[in-house]
C-alpha cells in the first residue's frame, strides 16, 4: 500500500511565509514526477508546482518569484516553500505523485489527503 502524508499548512498572515511537505511511503519502487495542487472554495483544482526526478520544475505563473518546490529522492519526500503569501492563495493544498508500486509494471498518481493553508488577517 502506498500512501502519501502531508505536512505543514494552518493560518498565516497576509506576506508571510508558510512550508509544506509530503512523504511518499509504503512498497515503492520508482517515483518520477511530484507536484502541488491546490483547491480553493468553489473553484476547481489547479496546478501549484511539480519537479521531476531530475529536479526539473514547472510553476503556475501566480507562483513563480513566490513558492519553490524541491524534493529529497532519499526521503521520497517533496517540499513547498510559500513567501510573500496572499490572500487568493487560500485553498487546500494537495500533494500528488507518479508512483511506480514494487511489482507494479505502470506507474499510478497518488494524492495526499490534502492540507488548509489560510491567509488572512
Known amino acids: 500500500q502506498v500512501q502519501l502524508v502531508e505536512s505543514g499548512g494552518g493560518l498565516v498572515q497576509p506576506g508571510g511565509s508558510l512550508s509544506l511537505s509530503c512523504e511518499a511511503s509504503?512498497?515503492?519502487?520508482?517515483?518520477?514526477?511530484m507536484g502541488w495542487y491546490r483547491q480553493a472554495a468553489g473553484k476547481q483544482r489547479e496546478l501549484v508546482a511539480k519537479i521531476t526526478r531530475g529536479g526539473s520544475t514547472d510553476y503556475a505563473d501566480s507562483m513563480k518569484g513566490r513558492f519553490t518546490i524541491s524534493r529529497d529522492n532519499a526521503k521520497n519526500t517533496v517540499y513547498l516553500q510559500m513567501n510573500n503569501l496572499r490572500a487568493e492563495d487560500t485553498a487546500v493544498y494537495y500533494c500528488?505523485?507518479?508512483?511506480?508500486?514494487?511489482?507494479?509494471?505502470?506507474?499510478?498518481?497518488?494524492w495526499g489527503q490534502g492540507t488548509q493553508v489560510t491567509v488572512s488577517t
Open positions: 509504503g512498497s515503492i519502487f520508482l517515483i518520477s514526477d
Open positions: 500528488n505523485a507518479r508512483i511506480w508500486a514494487l511489482g507494479s509494471s505502470r506507474g499510478i498518481d497518488y
